[in-house]
């Protein structure tokens, strides 16, 4: 089983960033794709962000150019760096390792609320 823990949300204003962690604890394979999700309110689960574990990356079109998702293998850590953000990120942001579908249950996640 693994632990997952999000953190660095918080408010942002609308055009700037905010810089989201996921801190995994348990067995995380190193070659295991990571992958960041949103929840809008009122709206399913989706994946934004992408990373397998030699560093490619895929983006969501709606976060295409704004956001990167970097990984640290020697601290289990997936990042996620939000720039440009627009009121429509507002959502609770998630992280889990994905093989095709998210594979763990999910953690307690971190609220983004972008200001206009």
């Known amino acids: 089983q693994v632990q997952l823990v999000e953190s660095g949300g918080g408010l942002g204003q609308a055009g700037g960033s905010l810089r989201l962690s996921c801190a995994a604890s348990g067995s995380i394979f190193r070659s295991d794709p990571m992958g960041w999700y949103r929840q809008i309110l009122g709206k399913q689960r989706e994946l934004v962000a992408l990373?397998?574990?030699?560093?490619?990356?895929n983006y969501a079109d709606s976060v295409k150019g704004r956001f990167t998702i970097s990984r640290d293998n020697s601290k289990n850590t997936v990042y996620l760096q939000m720039n440009s953000l627009k009121a429509e990120d507002t959502a609770v942001y998630y992280c889990n390792v994905h093989r095709g579908a998210p594979l763990w249950s999910w953690g307690q996640g971190t609220q983004v609320t972008v200001s206009s």
């Open positions: 990373i397998t574990g030699v560093g490619a990356t």
